[in-house]
């Protein structure tokens, strides 16, 4: 069967317990859009995306979707799918595209929005988000693939000990108390960052 222009589905929360109820809003999906919530959990796996569609269920972060089934053809997920962005190892890291980081250690991670960290005050050139770029930038980013849930490619680095260390010493350019705390408690850094296309 060709695939439809747009997908009824149900959409409820799977965060649902056994004593909370909570709504179930029925929405028209195109079916790029409802294959594009598959690739977060699929990646560009044809088969498995068939398979999602026959079943007619899908279970995303905290969402489930639900819809009629079908037997999709081959051919028309593959057309489709030629229209994502495919991981490209080839593509240097751009710190202007990058939107948003993930510091880690052993134990914690702290995701740092570009938006809430390159907020400047008035008697300080500089931003924390000024701060993780020039990490960033060091030799040593590595590309780890393309984040259909994300939307981006994601890199990772290794943060050297000196790198750390500026790194903390740029937490007071942090305007959010929460995470300034939650970045000080890290005791090594490494980063992931997503840059968009």
Known sequence: MAL???????????????????????????????????????????????????????????????WAGWEAEAEGIRALLATFPDPDPQRAFDPARCARAILRDQRHAVEVQRAAAERRSLFRRDSFWDVLMQAAVAPGIRYSTYSYRDRADRYTRDCTPEEVARIRQGVPLLRYTSLRDQVTMLTTVSMDLFVER
């Open 4 to 66: 439809p222009d747009l997908v009824r589905v149900k959409l409820s929360s799977e965060a649902a317990e056994s004593i909370a109820l909570t709504p179930v809003v029925v929405q028209d999906l195109t079916t790029r859009e409802l294959i594009e919530h598959m690739l977060g959990v699929t990646g560009k796996d044809e088969a498995r995306i068939r398979e999602l569609l026959r079943r007619g269920t899908l279970v995303s972060g905290a969402s489930r979707f639900r």
